[in-house]
């Protein structure tokens, strides 16, 4: 596990920063960050606009030219989008070909058919994981909980023995598992190798969702035992049965891109040689772009082809998918602008000189800032983006699965206690019917568990690798 070390900061310094200008710029930090809660939380504002005026905010504060400041933010808004902009897109397409196609419901209903009684919580893991892996985390929610309400309706199960199994695989997916926006982001910002990150990604995430998931639930089902609320329970399915892809081909089509990546991780392990063939074939297909991209053209197939989509209706639904997800890559760009004015601003190289002298391990340090700026503005990704951003110094000089532990350390941070300012919170409770204080007690303790017993598990394989 590396430790914050004279020579680590020497080697990531710049130049020495006055001990009135870290106070300032931490108190300019502080108040870019409460201008965006602020904005967020009690005026409502799109977080678009907030992270924006949070950004301008935190420069001016800082005593920066608002010039400079303007430039600094669209300068890692542009970087940002043209990293994760094409993949967010591609994952999207995937998620709709998943969702319209019936395959997910395919999915769903073939592993429920296998499972019964007590099993039934890791059936519900099981499915939030597969079903998350291409999906975005408020796209999951609304495709899982119709399911999560009929197995609790049917099955005269307690709702959050039910639900808390499935949140706690979407929300492992979200924070910890390439493709998804905030991992990638983080492993762009930290230059880390996606396959490597992937594969400590899914050692990590299997033991935590299953003590945040199916662990946690008995205890959260006694906290709060409600039924699944009435109104709320789909009343038919969305996708006739007998035209919905076979299990096997949806399976196949949504891990395609992960296996892809994973291959490429191994190739570039035992091969190690730019120069071989194998090793080209599969540095180019094991790329995020090239993975997914891959797995959308096999979905239209193995998904669109075999629901009886036209070639029309192939097209409506491309063109559906792209629309809901314009917010999210103007969030996601503007979170990549904030990180920037943070970087450009001297926050990091600050960070550096307060921190020469803490005996904190660097991946606990990246956790502790990403828990900060979770708690501040709600969002899981604008943590991972801003934290990524701002603990990028210490990644210089890190080995390949050090930097990759470093990412999951962010993300795991980024997950920390869900509350009000926390766009998931209010869909939780509203899907589910609860009240915000049995929704601090179930969702909010859940995502806790996820974020410390994730980065338990990063410290530990720190230790063994």
Do not use: C
Not at 389 to 399: D, F, K, R, S
Request: no cysteine.
């Amino acid at each position: 596990m590396t430790s914050l070390s004279v020579e680590t900061l020497a080697a990531a310094a710049t130049g020495p920063i006055t001990s009135a200008g870290n106070t300032r710029l931490g108190l300019a930090v502080l108040a870019g960050i409460a201008v965006i809660v602020l904005l967020i939380s009690r005026l409502k504002l799109h977080a678009f606009l907030a992270l924006t005026i949070g950004s301008l905010a935190l420069g001016v504060f800082a005593g920066a030219p608002l010039a400079k400041t303007v430039t600094s933010f669209t300068a890692g808004l542009g970087s940002t989008v043209a990293g994760v902009g094409v993949l967010i897109a591609l994952g999207a397409i995937l998620g709709k070909l998943l969702a319209d196609s019936g395959g997910a419901d395919e999915i769903v209903d073939t592993i429920l058919a296998r499972a019964k009684g007590r099993a039934m919580p890791w059936a519900m893991v099981l499915i939030a994981s597969v079903i998350g892996l291409p999906l975005f985390f408020e796209v999951g929610i609304v495709l899982l909980i119709p399911v999560v309400l009929l197995v609790a309706k049917r099955g005269n199960y307690s709702l959050m023995r039910i639900g808390i199994p499935a949140l706690a695989g979407l929300s492992v997916m979200h924070g910890l598992i390439p493709p998804h926006p905030g991992p990638l982001v983080a492993i762009d910002a930290l230059h880390a190798n996606l396959g490597v990150t992937l594969g400590l990604g899914v050692l990590v995430a299997i033991p935590t969702v299953i003590i945040a998931g199916p662990l946690f639930a008995r205890y959260a089902a006694r906290w709060v035992d409600i039924p699944a609320p009435e109104h709320m329970v789909p009343q038919s399915p969305s996708v006739d049965p007998e035209h919905r892809p076979r299990f096997g081909a949806t399976v196949f089509t949504v891990l395609l891109p992960v296996a892809l990546m994973l291959a490429k991780a191994l190739v570039d392990i035992v091969v190690n040689d730019p120069a071989n063939g194998l090793q080209r074939v599969t540095d180019v297909a094991g790329s995020p772009l090239i993975a997914l991209l891959a797995a959308v053209l096999v979905g239209m197939f193995t998904l669109g082809r075999a629901a009886g989509f036209t070639k029309e209706r192939l097209s409506s639904t491309v063109e559906k998918s792209l629309a809901p997800i314009a917010g999210i890559l103007l969030i996601v760009g503007a979170g990549g602008g904030f990180k920037q004015t943070l970087i450009d601003a001297g926050v990091g190289q600050m960070i550096l000189e307060l921190s020469e002298n803490w005996a904190v391990p660097t991946l606990l340090l990246a956790w502790l800032i990403a828990v900060t700026i979770r708690l501040a503005t709600g969002s899981a990704t604008v943590a991972t983006i801003s934290a990524a951003g701002l603990v990028a110094p210490l990644a210089a000089g890190m080995g390949t699965t050090e930097t990759a532990l470093l990412v999951l350390a962010i993300g795991a941070g980024s997950l920390f206690f869900s509350h009000v300012n926390d766009a998931g919170f209010w869909l939780v409770k509203e899907y589910f019917g609860m009240t915000v204080g049995q929704t601090l007690k179930t969702w909010s303790v859940m995502e806790t568990i996820i974020s410390v017993v994730g980065l338990g598990f990063v410290l530990l394989l720190s230790l063994v690798l």
